[in-house]
């Protein structure tokens, strides 16, 4: 790998700048009306894939936005490794909490970052880590030091539930089949201190509405006399919680596998500061279920959040009235053996069993997704561990992840494959929220590391 390494090392100016470009264009796709930036963007990968040597490169039409496939293969009896992504990104939303504007990617340094990082929406989640899978390749390909057979498959719509992923996976078994699937979504413990995420919470996403008179009412001559559903609302939901925070929907934890004192110990030994974390949002203290570390609340137990939530007047100055609606989005990230569709249905069923007299009560599932963990005895969790040692220099820390990448466990059921999650980005980054930024330390390490992940991979399967 020395002559990919001099490569990188050497392209580096020019893969940022690429990167940027990318940045740039709005793939936003829970809004339809950058649709053609999402198709732009697509286009855009496609190209990349094509000018670095990728064959076969497509823009699959989906029901919705496309997927792009490529891949090169050396030789059909050496492995195969299946590079997964997605090119679209989250609204930018609140914009005027950006300090520059969401799609104008600037480096600026910081705290985290004093080397620099890539301020944009998408820097991190996941254009920047998409991306660093591209150029690893391009490096391989023109020091001809490519170890393996790569496939890409590079999606539009992770943002929005991946509704058109799983149709696509199913129709194309042939073309998808591989030894292993390479995800980098996630993120590590810190720059020095390197981690592999080796399970995902899963999710269930509902939309509530309740709706009391049939029309907006003056509060003055019906207040107290008719049920206020942004009153009833609020009832409702914080009645989701216990004392010690603990879900209080009948059979939410029926499934839940509980880790053994032993595992909870490993999972102790990754550095955590409370006073740091604290800090970075900050508050004064941590809050969560109680029994439990925030390490452990934020990836082996599941929770249930409020995302958002709405109704009534919220213009400015006064509005006298009792809104005739109430609305709210609320996710909850499951753990093994947890069934999201299981798990929809027990809150639609508890939601509407309280809801008062006098009020009607609408429940929406949205997307949702199940839980999935990779075990660190496979040769691919040994060939990411011995890649991120070689880079980083010390062994990572094999993590569980609070988040959800729903697809995971689609892949396992329909290819039959695990997935290894090669993570670079850290929890300081801000995806999803304004300010989403993206070191250039982990942006040019992730493209150092991905290409010994390749190397270590084949000789571990041939030994």
Same mark, same amino acid.
């Given at each position: 790998?020395?002559?990919?390494?001099?490569?990188?090392?050497e392209n580096k100016e020019r893969f940022l700048n690429e990167l940027l470009d990318l940045l740039k264009i709005p793939s936003i796709s829970a809004d339809p009306a950058y649709s053609g930036d999402v198709h732009k963007t697509a286009e855009f990968i496609a190209d990349q894939l094509k000018k670095i040597g990728a064959e076969n490169v497509e823009i699959c039409q989906t029901a919705g936005y496309p997927i792009v496939y490529g891949d090169k293969i050396i030789d059909p009896s050496i492995p195969t490794v299946l590079v997964y992504g997605h090119y679209d990104v989250q609204p930018a939303d609140p914009i005027d909490l950006?300090?520059?504007?969401?799609?104008?990617?600037?480096?600026?340094?910081?705290?985290?970052?004093?080397?620099?990082?890539?301020?944009?929406?998408?820097?991190?989640?996941?254009?920047?880590?998409?991306?660093?899978?591209?150029?690893?390749?391009?490096?391989?390909?023109?020091?001809?030091?490519?170890?393996?057979n790569v496939k890409?498959?590079?999606?539009?719509?992770?943002?929005? +539930?991946?509704?058109?992923?799983? !149709?696509?996976?199913?129709?194309?078994?042939?073309?998808? #089949?591989?030894?292993?699937?390479?995800? *980098?979504?996630?993120?590590?413990?810190?720059?020095?201190?390197?981690?592999?995420?080796?399970?995902?919470?899963?999710?269930?996403?509902?939309?509530?509405?309740v709706t009391g008179p049939n029309r907006d009412l003056h509060s003055g001559l019906y207040g107290g006399c008719v049920a206020n559903p942004i009153n009833i609302l609020a009832k409702m939901v914080a009645s989701l919680h216990d004392e010690n925070?603990?879900?209080?929907?009948?059979?939410?934890?029926d499934k839940v596998v509980e880790l053994s004192d032993e595992e909870r110990a490993e999972m102790a030994k990754a550095p955590f500061s409370k006073e740091a974390y604290c800090k970075a949002l900050d508050m004064e203290d941590v809050y969560g279920e109680s029994g439990y570390s925030t390490l452990e609340r934020g990836s082996i137990r599941p929770t249930?959040?409020?995302? +958002?939530?709405?109704?009534?007047? !919220?213009?400015?100055?006064?509005?006298?009235?009792?809104? #005739?609606?109430?609305?709210?989005?609320? *996710?909850?990230?499951?753990?093994?053996?947890?069934d999201p569709e299981e798990i929809t249905k027990l809150f639609m069923d508890h939601f509407m069993s309280i809801a008062p007299t006098g009020t009607k009560v609408k429940v929406t599932p949205h997307h949702g997704g199940e839980p999935a963990v990779t075990p660190i005895d496979s040769d691919g969790y040994r060939a990411a561990s011995m890649a991120y040692e070689k880079t980083f220099g010390k062994k990572p820390i094999p993590m569980r992840s609070g988040g959800s990448?729903?697809?995971?466990?689609?892949?396992e059921k329909e290819l039959g494959l695990k997935t290894i999650l090669m993570g670079f980005g850290l929890d300081s980054d801000a995806i999803h929220s304004p300010d989403e930024h993206f070191g250039l330390f982990n942006y040019y390490r992730?493209?150092?590391?991905?290409?010994?992940?390749?190397?270590?991979?084949?000789?571990?399967?041939?030994?």
């Amino acid at each position: 790998m020395e002559a990919t390494q001099a490569y990188i090392a050497e392209n580096k100016e020019r893969f940022l700048n690429e990167l940027l470009d990318l940045l740039k264009i709005p793939s936003i796709s829970a809004d339809p009306a950058y649709s053609g930036d999402v198709h732009k963007t697509a286009e855009f990968i496609a190209d990349q894939l094509k000018k670095i040597g990728a064959e076969n490169v497509e823009i699959c039409q989906t029901a919705g936005y496309p997927i792009v496939y490529g891949d090169k293969i050396i030789d059909p009896s050496i492995p195969t490794v299946l590079v997964y992504g997605h090119y679209d990104v989250q609204p930018a939303d609140p914009i005027d909490l950006w300090t520059n504007p969401a799609f104008e990617p600037i480096v600026k340094n910081t705290e985290i970052h004093p080397d620099g990082a890539i301020f944009a929406r998408g820097a991190c989640d996941d254009k920047g880590q998409m991306y660093m899978h591209v150029k690893a390749f391009e490096a391989m390909m023109k020091t001809n030091e490519l170890p393996c057979n790569v496939k890409f498959m590079i999606e539009g719509e992770e943002e929005v +539930g991946s509704e058109n992923l799983g !149709i696509f996976v199913k129709n194309n078994h042939e073309r998808l #089949s591989a030894d292993v699937i390479l995800v *980098s979504d996630t993120g590590m413990i810190a720059n020095d201190v390197p981690s592999i995420t080796t399970g995902l919470r899963g999710l269930s996403y509902v939309e509530v509405e309740v709706t009391g008179p049939n029309r907006d009412l003056h509060s003055g001559l019906y207040g107290g006399c008719v049920a206020n559903p942004i009153n009833i609302l609020a009832k409702m939901v914080a009645s989701l919680h216990d004392e010690n925070n603990h879900i209080t929907i009948p059979g939410f934890y029926d499934k839940v596998v509980e880790l053994s004192d032993e595992e909870r110990a490993e999972m102790a030994k990754a550095p955590f500061s409370k006073e740091a974390y604290c800090k970075a949002l900050d508050m004064e203290d941590v809050y969560g279920e109680s029994g439990y570390s925030t390490l452990e609340r934020g990836s082996i137990r599941p929770t249930l959040d409020v995302n +958002g939530i709405w109704g009534g007047y !919220i213009g400015e100055g006064a509005k006298t009235v009792i809104a #005739s609606k109430a609305y709210a989005k609320i *996710s909850m990230r499951l753990v093994p053996d947890q069934d999201p569709e299981e798990i929809t249905k027990l809150f639609m069923d508890h939601f509407m069993s309280i809801a008062p007299t006098g009020t009607k009560v609408k429940v929406t599932p949205h997307h949702g997704g199940e839980p999935a963990v990779t075990p660190i005895d496979s040769d691919g969790y040994r060939a990411a561990s011995m890649a991120y040692e070689k880079t980083f220099g010390k062994k990572p820390i094999p993590m569980r992840s609070g988040g959800s990448i729903p697809i995971v466990a689609m892949f396992e059921k329909e290819l039959g494959l695990k997935t290894i999650l090669m993570g670079f980005g850290l929890d300081s980054d801000a995806i999803h929220s304004p300010d989403e930024h993206f070191g250039l330390f982990n942006y040019y390490r992730g493209i150092e590391t991905i290409p010994y992940f390749f190397s270590y991979y084949r000789e571990l399967l041939n030994s």
